[in-house]
């Protein structure tokens, strides 16, 4: 298996939620004081939610549509994404009722739906990048993070190379042009930023049951 490919499912983007909640609940001292016995069920919920009901969608999806599961052509996306999009903010439901001390985590969590969403409504008429959308609200919400309890430089930066090595792999691979590339990464980091700084997102008004 190549270099490209590794990165390409390493940082796929139905691991970023979870990957984004563990980078922050074990970096940054505050949400892992609040969150210390709430950390197993926040992670069971988002496996279940944002990995592994996206993943069986996209298989099943395959399968019975005889599709690839790689889903390279833009129409092939948009039904297991908009499973995904529901699942995410069913996953959104089950959160709301275990963080309950703070509203950061849960209003990340909402800009990275509203991110995704925004994503999803431009590939109804275009092809973007996927990985680079996420890798881009990934690197908003370090930047975030760092101005509102700081010691987070490093990690951005970090995330910034990985950002790169994701658009190289997806080039290499063919996956996408560098029109999507640039689309997918600067309008995650963008919407991801003024949604973050602009909203409290948890003001909205959700059923649950």
């Known amino acids: 298996m190549s270099f490209s490919k590794i990165a390409s499912y390493i940082f796929h983007p139905v691991f970023m939620p979870i990957s984004i909640f563990f980078l922050l609940i074990s970096r940054v001292e505050y949400f892992d004081y609040i969150f210390a016995f709430h950390c197993r069920y926040i992670y069971i919920i988002l496996f279940i939610f944002t ?45 709301s009722k275990i963080i309950t001390l703070d509203t950061v985590l849960l209003n990340i969590y909402l800009s990275l739906f509203f991110t995704l969403l925004f994503a999803f409504l431009i590939t109804l008429y275009w092809k973007t990048s996927l990985h680079m959308t996420s890798i881009g609200s990934a690197v908003a919400i370090c930047i975030y993070i760092n101005i509102v309890f700081g010691d987070f430089f490093w990690t951005t930066i970090y995330c910034i190379i990985i950002s790169g090595i994701v658009g190289y792999a997806r080039i290499n691979l063919r996956s996408h042009n560098i029109n999507q590339l640039l689309f997918g990464f600067f309008s995650g980091l963008i919407l991801e930023m003024f949604l973050l700084f602009n909203y409290n997102l948890t003001t909205l008004k959700i059923s649950t049951f």
């Open 51 to 95: 990995v592994c009901i996206p993943i069986c969608v996209t298989l099943l999806f395959s399968f019975f549509l005889k599709k690839s599961i790689y889903l390279e052509n833009r129409k092939d996306r948009i039904l297991p994404y908009f499973f995904s999009l529901i699942s995410v903010l069913v996953g959104y439901v089950f959160l």
